[in-house]
Every structure is written in structure tokens, then in C-alpha cells.
């Protein structure tokens, strides 16, 4: 399995960026997908994760009403659509795939990870 993030850059705060998460190598219609991100001497967080399967969709609370999670299933690609930056918001943002299909808040339930992307808001 191979993920790659892209999208991430340097954003003024009150702007948006869209993050792409290209996946390969398996079928994921069981799996549950998921971006994380990580600020510099931070914990990796969860942010949004959906459920390849039928799309449901899970938000964490800090991000709700900000964020979009997707997928395009012809594409195999994971989106994240990130509103109203913050400069808090600067940090590594992660995608993660669980071949459990199961809905996860710890980083430590996925097994597959992409190497990246970081985003930069400044303000």
C-alpha cells in the first residue's frame, strides 16, 4: 500500500487548501480512511476519517465546520478540504488507512501512512 499527500503549502490565515492523498497498491473499499496532522512538539491528532465503504464521515471537534473529508473512488484518492486556516493550524498533515474498516482516534490503530504534507499558515 502506498499513500501520497500533496496539496500542503504556505497559506495567509482565513484562506483554504484542498489535500490530496493518492492511494495504491490494494482495493480499499473495506478500509477506513483518515488524515492526521502534526504540529512541531505535538502529539499527531486526528482530524477527519471516513469509511471508503459508504463514505461516512467522522470529524473530530477542533475542525468540525472547517474541514471536508472525500474520497474519489474511480481516482482511489482521499481529500481534505481545510477552511478558515489558522495559524494554529500549521503542521505536517498525515493520511493513514486501516484495513479494519473501523473508525479509530489513535494513530497507533493505522497501518499505512503517506509521508506528509505540510501546511503553513501565516498570518
Known amino acids: 500500500v502506498q499513500l501520497v499527500e500533496s496539496g500542503g503549502g504556505l497559506v495567509q490565515a482565513g484562506g483554504s487548501l484542498r489535500l490530496s492523498c493518492a492511494a495504491s497498491?490494494?482495493?480499499?473499499?473495506?478500509?477506513?480512511m483518515a488524515w492526521f496532522r502534526q504540529a512541531p512538539g505535538k502529539e499527531r491528532e486526528f482530524l477527519a476519517g471516513?469509511?471508503?465503504?459508504?463514505?461516512?464521515?467522522y470529524y473530530t471537534n477542533s475542525v468540525k465546520g472547517r474541514v471536508t473529508i472525500s474520497v474519489d473512488n474511480a481516482k482511489n484518492t482521499l481529500f481534505l478540504q481545510v477552511g478558515s486556516l489558522k495559524p494554529e493550524d500549521t503542521a505536517v498533515y498525515y493520511c493513514?488507512?486501516?484495513?479494519?474498516?473501523?473508525?479509530?482516534?489513535?494513530?497507533?490503530?493505522?497501518?499505512?501512512w503517506g509521508q506528509g504534507t505540510q501546511v503553513t499558515v501565516s498570518s
Open positions: 493513514a488507512a486501516s484495513p479494519s474498516g473501523t473508525y479509530y482516534l489513535s494513530p497507533l490503530r493505522y497501518t499505512y
Open positions: 497498491g490494494r482495493t480499499f473499499n473495506s478500509y477506513f
Open positions: 471516513i469509511r471508503w465503504s459508504d463514505s461516512h464521515t
